[in-house]
């Protein structure tokens, strides 16, 4: 049996990596933090989450629900680990970071199968008969590895921009002037709300549009050339292209005066006990440990200058007095054209020996990238036995993911997180008889699990 390299310690390698070897492959993981790190991650910690601490939705037959329900039934890793670590956040699972990346570190030393590599990879050997290669290496794939990866493809790499929503000490939150509840009431009420009178929003908004950001780094940069020196990249910066999934609060802005309250900032739902009314605006703050010690601004990713984000940020009500523990930042985030690069088991078309997961494949956040990890390691594990790995059923809610990078429009290809929108509709006939969305989901949900439940039973793995 062939041995399974996997490159990436964050989200989708180790899935992958444990997955291989809980069906007997020898897989190698190599990760290059410590020995190099990156300029988002703040230790060498595997599964660390850089952004967020939110797998999204746990309502049931919602999209994320399916893509977490088909994961837990091919017995993912990750997700294993993000249960047991779990802190409240009403119909979400929401995980304390030390303790998910602690419980996926044990998971992979205590594996007989994986050998853990501390290593910078800088070469991908297409002709080696005897390895099957998974590379995972995310968002910030190296610039090395990324020249590597253009010579491979043939294909200039793409990137958009994603961004880190800061953290605020708990201690440090006027109480008086929040309020714990979740958005109509759906769970328990774990969320604080602060909440914006219009002159207080009206405000917030002016110091917000006219706070000064960060310049673009070099490093931010994508070779060209594929050109590298020291591990920086020689081509000049490019401009900003957003991932539209996660804009910097400031961006969302500028782009009219309410489209904050109708996106992060928006208050339906929120009634405030104190009032019994809705706020005119409403800064939601989601628990970050077990402790319950720190709190993220739910979809505060930003790209401003600390010093302004510690004054524009004081402006919310209850953190006028707020201690930040970590603030907003923008990286780059890097991934491959996977429309015209993969198939749909995650295989480069031109070396069918490499396969691609993870946010380099083009999917986008926590839950998508685990769920593209758990594939490819049964993908590559089907391989290194000399078979022929079958795909995720179309219908499925992965399935339906990779169906779309690999078949996205190649003009418009951007990353994606899981939506009905990628899933398989109702026929014509039954979406005129079903009026209720909520009761199409419900179908579509069952079909899909259905249909993943038949996929597992019929594989070899």
């Known amino acids: 049996m062939k041995t399974i390299h996997v490159i990436g310690g964050g989200l989708a390698g180790p899935e992958a ?23 988002a991650h703040q ?33 993912s890793f990750l997700l294993r680990a993000a249960d047991a670590s779990a802190v409240p956040a009403g119909h ?4 304390d970071r030390i303790e998910f990346s602690r419980r996926v570190a044990e998971l ?5 199968k994986i050998e853990v590599r501390r290593e910078e990879v800088t070469h991908l050997d297409e002709t080696d008969a005897d390895t099957i290669t998974i590379l995972a290496s995310g968002p910030l794939t190296s610039s090395p590895l990324a020249a590597e990866l253009q010579r491979l493809t043939g294909e200039e790499q793409l990137a958009f921009y994603d961004s880190i929503s800061p953290i605020v000490d708990a201690s440090s939150i006027d109480m008086e002037k929040v309020y714990f509840a979740a958005r109509w009431d759906k769970g328990t009420a774990d969320y604080i709300n602060c909440p914006f009178t219009k002159e207080e929003y009206e405000t917030f908004m002016d110091a917000l549009t006219a706070a000064e950001t960060v310049e673009a780094k070099a490093w931010e940069a994508l070779p060209t050339d594929g050109s590298v020196t020291d ?3 020689t081509a000049a910066p490019v401009a900003m292209n957003y991932f539209e ?30 009032t019994g009314r809705w706020p005119y605006a409403a800064v939601q703050l989601r628990q970050e440990n077990l402790r319950a010690d720190s709190y993220n601004l739910v979809g505060f990713q930003n790209h401003l200058k600390f010093g302004e984000q510690a004054r524009v940020l004081r402006l919310i009500p209850g953190l006028e007095h707020a201690t930040f523990l970590r603030y907003g930042q923008i990286h780059r985030n890097t991934y491959i054209h996977a429309p015209s690069l993969l198939t749909e088991t995650l295989q480069l078309r031109a070396h069918p020996g490499i396969l691609i997961a993870g946010q380099l494949s083009g999917v986008e956040g926590y839950t998508e990238s685990i769920a593209s990890g758990l594939l490819a390691g049964r993908y590559a594990t089907a391989l290194a036995r000399g078979e022929s790995p079958t795909p995720a059923p179309r219908i499925t809610g992965n399935g339906s993911l990779i169906h779309y990078i690999t078949h996205a429009d190649h003009k418009k290809f951007q990353p994606a997180n899981i939506t009905f929108d990628l899933l398989v509709p109702l026929e014509e006939e039954l979406r005129k008889k079903i009026r209720d969305k909520k009761e199409r989901h419900r179908i579509q949900c069952e079909r899909a699990l259905d249909a993943w439940d038949a996929w597992l039973a019929a594989s070899s793995l």
């Open 108 to 112: 992979i030393a205590a594996h007989p």
């Open 245 to 274: 999934g996660c804009l910097p609060i400031e961006e969302t802005a500028r782009r009219g005066r309410d489209t904050l309250r109708f996106g992060p900032m928006k208050p339906a739902g929120l009634t405030n006990p104190k």
């Open 43 to 75: 230790t060498s910690d595997f599964a660390e989450l850089v952004c967020s601490n939110s797998l999204k939705s746990e309502s049931e037959n919602t999209a994320p629900w399916l893509l977490k329900q088909e994961m837990r039934r091919a017995g």
């Open 231 to 233: 591990g920086s990249v």
């Open 92 to 95: 979400a699972l929401a995980v």
């Open 17 to 39: 990596a444990l997955q291989a070897a809980s069906f007997g492959c020898d897989v190698v993981l190599s990760e290059m933090r410590p020995v190099r790190s990156t300029e």
